[in-house]
């Protein structure tokens, strides 16, 4: 019996070998498909936010990104293979041109990355590409690459230039983030007291002005954008575009002009793979030339608008700013952190660093000259385009008036804009872009607020017009009742979200209600809940509430999709009556609450209620709420079903209306919460949220006492506080529509679920 992989005769038996690399062919096409569709997906979300910088969201450089690029190019450098035929010579050239696609794609990336994490994936990719280079360098000298070799020389010093521009970017980054987050500390001080001032109007103007603010500074400063507005990124944008012509010429070339090119026979081991590879890279280079070469366009509009005037160009223009070289002069005054005993020696290293960073020094100023030098070109090439958009742009206004004014017969004067030119973060070199910035971003608030208003939620809206806002929200007060003997000496603390959803287990047990009315319900709850998440999630800064909040999320994932309130069928409860129902969920809470002491003794009497589990607290919640909803209607004698859902329906709107009063503050932390990276989504996302809110803002205004949005409790437990206290804040002595006696001081702060919602008997 022969040796495995041998033959016969004993000698290896290579031919198996082959085998199986059309399937690895299949494997890069995947890697390939993936990067595309990584790059696809950040092009079509840049054009679809009016990120037209289009930063990097799916496809940045990481380790991901990296080793899928390692397999994307594996044809660059596989150096024995042979790879006669004309599609496999064009896919080795169209690997190259990916690695420059990916290159000028993931730039916007760096200003997202963490210092450290940045030069480790940049160092990385140096590796990879020079790796690639060389390997492309020894297969034209053995003449596995036998055709396209000005293309391939051509696309290895593109790759080397785009590798310097990252890397000479990415030396700015810590500069510039100090740099515009000490500007962003000081127009936020600025904007904060011009907000204070601003205390006439309704609240969603002043509140809009306010998210203008914060979205320019957010905007201006965010690293992807300064980043996306730098020369070097708009040299690689330039670069990227050459690289895709290089290729695109090519293939015209090998399949337009056959004669131009001889081509050997035979057939690689790759064999029916390399037409996939070279579809799949085509497409990717294709698609992945988009965002660079926009990026590329629009910064030059964006950087020279002056141009378009048909101005000249000014000799500071080609000045290198101090932010390019600062860390490189900093690295140069730091003492070495290796210590060398000799003093000499110690001297002859300090001043070899010096010399390596002067070089670096000159180095970078050569790139960023080179990168300006290629934008003026750019320009120069482009300028005709340019005059020809800024033609129309001026045409289309006076256009728009004369359609205004023929159909309307007289011309609407536009909304006054607040003036944002203070709140415009720029680095140095940058005074040109201001004006720029400012009329490309002044109407980004505006849209995000309408793409919010065409979502607003609707049955939330419907809900909240029930509640008793003009009366400090009075059911807030009445869902929990001092009156119902406690399970543990302590309290866990209240959420927002637990009585919401608690209450809301209540109306789905009830008997006899429509199926319309309860899904109307719970619609309006799960629109609610969104925004009661965003209000915990931003207030809850010691975080005291984050169990009773999972509690929540729990009890209402499972009422939502199952109608259960845990181990309880609440469509069979529905079964019974009101009074059967109520006090089969109290038994249920307490039995769970009993069965938790009774397993855990020593520790439930030692535990702070914070540490109970999830379970025990969603108990607890259901025991106190259904015990005071069958008090007060004992004490009432009233249990009609649909009497009472429209009873607990209300307070459920009391409390739903009371926790967005805080939404101005919520929507206000929100657009200077997180680092400089997230801001800009944070304050878009501030807009968006505030587009839906805003109609629920204005009526709770509008009904609502003096001051509520700026003394609104933030939890729920000191609306109840204020509430059982009969705070002069709150005023309200609900009385009985049968005869108009006033409640008295003592007597407001017990009232009953169903005496606070229906008057007292």
Not at 320 to 346: A, C, G, Q
Not at 480 to 502: F, G, Q, R, Y
Not at 558 to 584: A, V
Request: glycine share 4%.
């Amino acid at each position: 019996m022969g040796r495995i992989g041998c033959n016969v005769d004993g000698i290896l038996d290579d031919t198996k070998f082959s085998q199986p690399i059309p399937w690895v062919g299949v494997y890069i096409v995947a890697a390939s498909l993936a990067c595309l569709i990584g790059m696809a997906t950040d092009t079509i979300l840049g054009i679809c936010n009016r990120k037209f910088w289009f930063p990097c969201k799916y496809f940045s450089l990481n380790a991901t990104s990296l080793t899928l690029i390692g397999v994307a190019v594996k044809l660059s450098v596989d150096l024995d293979t042979s790879m006669p035929r004309p599609s496999e010579q064009l896919a080795k050239l169209s690997s190259s041109a990916l690695i420059c696609t990916i290159m000028a794609n993931s730039m916007p990336s760096l200003g997202a990355m963490e210092t450290k994490d940045m030069f480790m994936n940049l160092m990385a990719l140096a590796i990879l590409v020079i790796t690639v280079i060389v390997n492309i360098c020894m297969q034209l000298g053995t003449g596995v690459i036998y055709v396209f070799w000005r293309e391939h020389i051509l696309l290895m010093f593109l790759m080397l230039i785009l590798l310097l521009l990252m890397v000479s970017s990415a030396l700015t980054v810590p500069t510039t983030k100090q740099y515009l987050e000490y500007k962003y500390s000081k127009k936020h001080e600025m904007a904060v007291k011009e907000n204070l001032a601003q205390t006439e109007g309704p609240i969603t103007q002043i509140f809009k002005d306010k998210l203008m603010k914060f979205w320019m500074m957010a905007h201006t400063s965010s690293p992807q954008f300064v980043m996306g507005r730098s020369p070097t990124c708009t040299a690689s944008g330039a670069f990227c575009l050459l690289s895709a012509i290089i290729l695109a010429v090519a293939m015209l070339r090998s399949y337009l002009m056959p004669w131009s090119f001889r081509f050997c026979r035979g057939e690689s081991d790759y064999k029916w793979s390399t037409i996939l590879i070279l579809v799949t890279q085509n497409a990717a280079v294709g698609v992945g030339t988009i965002a660079p070469a926009l990026r590329w366009f629009i910064a030059i509009k964006f950087r020279c608008p002056e141009v378009i005037k048909r101005s000249s160009h000014e000799k500071k223009e080609f000045r290198v700013e101090t932010y390019w070289i600062e860390s490189l002069h900093e690295m140069k005054d730091r003492p070495l952190k290796l210590r060398i005993p000799d003093r000499h020696r110690r001297k002859l290293a300090h001043d070899a660093k010096v010399l390596f960073l002067d070089f670096c020094i000159r180095v970078q100023k050569g790139i960023v000259l080179i990168s300006k030098a290629t934008r003026i070109i750019s320009i120069f090439l482009v300028s005709s385009i340019l005059a020809c958009c800024h033609h129309c742009k001026i045409l289309k206004p006076r256009f728009d008036k004369t359609v205004s004014s023929i159909s309307s017969g007289t011309v609407s004067q536009p909304e006054p804009k607040p003036d944002l030119r203070r709140f415009v973060l720029h680095l140095e070199g940058e005074e040109a872009l201001v004006e720029v910035m400012l009329k490309e971003n002044h109407d980004a608030t505006n849209h995000w607020i309408r793409v919010g208003e065409k979502r607003k939620p609707r049955h939330l809206m419907q809900l909240l017009e029930k509640s008793s806002v003009s009366q400090g929200f009075k059911g807030v007060g009445a869902f929990d009742s001092d009156k119902v003997p406690s399970l543990h000496p302590e309290e866990p603390p209240n959420s927002w979200s637990l009585p919401l959803v608690t209450l809301t287990a209540i109306a789905v047990a009830l008997p006899n209600i429509t199926r319309d009315s309860v899904k109307q319900l719970l619609d309006t709850v799960h629109e609610g809940l969104h925004f009661v998440d965003l209000v915990e999630n931003t207030l809850d800064k010691e975080g005291d509430l984050i169990r009773v909040r999972k509690a929540a999320q729990k009890v209402w994932i499972r009422i939502d999709l199952y109608r259960k309130w845990f181990g309880l069928d609440l469509n069979k409860l529905s079964e019974k009556s009101p009074e059967e129902t109520l006090q089969r969920l109290a038994d249920t809470a307490k039995a769970k609450y009993e069965e938790f002491k009774m397993k855990n003794i020593n520790v439930c009497l030692r535990a702070s209620p914070s540490a109970w589990p999830l379970e025990v607290m969603a108990a607890n919640s259901m025991y106190r709420i259904s015990n005071t909803v069958l008090f007060n209607c004992k004490s009432k004698n009233e249990f009609g079903s649909e009497t009472l859902f429209e009873e607990l329906t209300l307070v459920i709107a009391d409390i739903l209306g009371s926790c967005l009063v805080n939404l101005p503050h919520v929507l206000s932390v929100k657009c200077v919460k997180g680092a400089i990276e997230e801001r800009e989504d944070n304050v878009r996302h501030a807009g968006y949220i505030f587009g839906k809110t805003k109609k629920i803002m204005e009526m709770l205004e509008r009904r609502a006492f003096p001051n509520l949005y700026r003394r609104g409790a933030i939890k729920i437990d000191e609306w109840r506080l204020i509430h059982e206290q009969n705070s002069r804040f709150f005023p309200f002595t609900p009385s009985s529509p049968e005869n108009n006696t006033e409640t008295t001081s003592s007597e407001s702060s017990d009232l009953s679920l169903c005496q606070i919602i229906v008057g007292p008997s």
